[in-house]
């Protein structure tokens, strides 16, 4: 087996060696070996891609569609997008030159930070959240900037984000928010994206709204988006790995003003030059006709949320309110203390239950576990029932 010669070690990326490997990811893999553990770790739907999405790929396979696509993505797709988000929130994008397909939200956040950011630059990131983005800022040379959302019900606030760039933000180029949130499930109203919007205006700022759970939100919230307030300023990431189960296509876009997405397409060419073709093909089915998917599975999540929430109240745990996406951060009952890594590690061993920390999310989340119901209807109540013995035997 090939070793690295001895004085070519110290001449790779220093970036890339200071970049600490992923907790979430480490944490999820030990207590998977855990015999009969029930997982609610990780945000992966359960359900399967709808058929005729897969009817699509496969259509596209026998056409024998297997020449580069432009770097930007399909024309049919772009299409697809743009009437897609004009439907949704009413932002019209050129589909020619305001939209890129992306291998993923992962890669679309990568060529965001990589246009935006010079080294030394300062992104502002509301937190708890999905700890991905604090290495990509980092890989892109910028610093991100942590904000702790915990003593405002997990959301951002036009006044903390004063606060934050009268200090240690002071400078920032761009604010990152999820929306709705992982790991909290919360959504922003109206009212509070027009309020932020005129921070960010006040301050000169780029937007970033990731909005991959934008049609998993329950009840009677509604999805509202910062395109919506200020789109001369906001890039818009979102994909179709959670609406309609398709993580393994790894198929996401970006939307935003043309001066900065010919940057973004230019970059992405040297990257992946374009998403794959029968993906692309899967895409577009899903944009144009998958409505009725993401409605139909919004309902098996809202239930199984329903579930959860009703054992974890009843066990002592306080939540943070969920409204969207698939999760549920509680909060440890007091009878526990406090370390979020340790609860997570007796849970998964003596209930049976894995659950994320919720100190992995960055300021805010210590005391807290992470859990996904993404998972199936058996698992859900599986879970349910050990949770609530495993607290019951403690008392």
Not at 248 to 268: L, T
């Amino acid at each position: 087996m090939p070793r690295l010669a001895k004085n070519l070690s110290d001449k790779t990326n220093t970036r890339i060696k200071s970049l600490p490997q992923s907790k979430i990811d480490a944490f999820a893999n030990e207590i998977a070996q855990i015999p009969d553990i029930v997982k609610l770790t990780i945000g992966e739907p359960d359900l399967e891609t709808p058929e005729h999405i897969k009817q699509a790929a496969i259509a596209d396979i026998k056409r024998n569609d297997s020449h580069y696509a432009p770097e930007a993505g399909k024309p049919e797709l772009l299409n697809a997008i743009s009437n897609y988000l004009n439907n949704k929130l009413g932002v019209r994008y050129d589909p020619q030159s305001e939209i890129c397909a992306t291998v993923g939200v992962s890669e679309a956040l990568n060529l965001t930070f990589m246009t935006l950011l010079n080294p030394g630059d300062k992104v502002l990131v509301p937190t708890p959240v999905w700890g991905v983005y604090f290495g990509i800022i980092e890989l892109a040379g910028g610093i991100p900037i942590e904000i702790d959302t915990s003593d405002d019900h997990f959301l951002l606030t036009a006044s903390k984000l004063e606060q934050t760039l009268a200090g240690e933000g002071g400078g920032a180029k761009a604010l990152i928010l999820t929306d709705p949130s992982n790991p909290t499930g919360r959504v922003y109203t109206k009212t509070e994206l027009i309020e932020i919007a005129q921070v960010i205006s006040d301050h000169d700022l780029f937007a970033i709204t990731d909005e991959i759970y934008a049609e998993l939100i329950y009840g009677h919230k509604k999805h509202y988006s910062l395109t919506q307030i200020i789109p001369e300023r906001t890039i818009l990431l979102s994909g179709l790995s959670k609406s309609v189960a398709m993580t393994g296509w790894r198929i996401g876009y970006i939307a935003g003003p043309q001066e900065i997405m010919q940057m973004i397409i230019k970059i992405n060419l040297y990257l992946v030059c374009s998403v794959t073709d029968n993906v692309q093909a899967a895409a577009t089915e899903a944009l144009t006709n998958g409505e009725q998917d993401y409605i139909a599975a919004r309902a098996i999540y809202e239930k199984r949320l329903n579930i959860l929430h009703t054992a974890l109240v009843e066990s002592g745990f306080t939540l943070a309110a969920p409204e969207g996406a698939f999760y549920i951060f509680a909060k440890i009952p007091k009878k526990f203390g406090t370390d979020d890594v340790k609860f997570a590690t007796d849970l998964a061993h003596k209930a049976k239950v894995g659950v994320m920390p919720g100190s992995y999310f960055g300021a805010g989340g210590a005391g807290f576990v992470r859990l996904s119901y993404a998972a199936s209807d058996t698992d859900i109540q599986k879970a349910a029932k050990r949770i609530k013995n495993y607290v019951k035997r403690l008392q």
